[in-house]
């Protein structure tokens, strides 16, 4: 039973060490692993549970941890970013690009241009739900952080 767990401590762990070697302030750095780790759970729920590939996965779990740190730097007074890039890496895709890599080393093209697409596609899956956050949280900010009869600062 326990072991079910632990790939979710590892990323809680692995996203608090990003934070400190980023050298994010010191009270950020447990947030910033319980971000990563809600990302590895919302990522393995819908690789798990649905029928959805490694993308849309990963772009869900990316728009996932975009909100949570949107919400973490409003609650911590931080920019987002000091939370956002310690709880994007339990996403990275390293394992494929370490294959692709390999099997580029040893001549095997096939092998590598799959891990490649593979590790490109998941980049940009990352890369859009972390945008899409950002664009929307832009767009719905005014409505929900001032009020309708002063004007925004």
Known sequence: MFEQFIPFLASFFATMGFAILYNAPARTIIPSGIAGMTGWFIFDYFLTFSELG?????????????????????QFRMPVIVFSIPGIIPLVPGGAAYTMMRALVEGNGEMALHFGTQTFLVSGAIALGLSLNS?????????????????RP
């Open 54 to 74: 490694n993308f849309f996965a990963s772009g869900i779990a990316s728009f996932g941890v975009a909100i949570i740190c949107q919400l973490l730097a409003r």
């Open 135 to 151: 664009a929307l949280f832009q767009i719905i900010q005014p409505y929900f952080f001032y009020p309708r009869n002063n004007k």
